[in-house]
Nanobody
Framework: VQLQASGGGLVQAGGSLTLSCAAS??????MAWFRQAPGQEREFVAA????????RYADSMKGRFTISGDNAKNTVHLQMNNLKPEDTAVYYC?????????????????WGQGTQVTVSS
């Protein structure tokens, strides 16, 4: 399975960005977004299962971030609103083939290349 992330960029605080992750090459049960800021561990953001009927969010992202899926295009989107400088990080999409929407990075088998999100104050 190959994952291609896109959509990062520079935005002012309070602004919005949408990240996309296109999957190809096989079935995945769930896809997720993680992020990693300099000097920090990789952090779970949100996850969605293959049919879009189940989602999971990190508590700090609830209400600001929305994960959605487009089955026809095998693509997952992360809509990020009201961005804050502390949201600055490299965002990675990840996929897992077994059941469950985990917040644990090591449970995801496939990873995209990461896309930089920078929020200026």
């Amino acid at each position: 399975v190959q994952l291609q992330a896109s959509g990062g960029g520079l935005v002012q605080a309070g602004g919005s960005l949408t990240l996309s992750c296109a999957a190809s090459g096989g079935f995945t049960y769930g896809m997720a977004w993680f992020r990693q800021a300099p000097g920090q561990e990789r952090e779970f953001v949100a996850a969605i299962n293959w049919n879009g009927r189940s989602t999971r969010y990190a508590d700090s992202m609830k209400g600001r971030f929305t994960i959605s899926g487009d089955n026809a295009k095998n693509t997952v989107h992360l809509q990020m609103n009201n961005l804050k400088p502390e949201d600055t990080a490299v965002y990675y999409c990840a996929a897992k083939v077994d059941y469950g929407l985990s917040y644990v990075a090591r449970e995801y088998t496939y990873w995209g290349q990461g896309t930089q999100v920078t929020v200026s104050s």
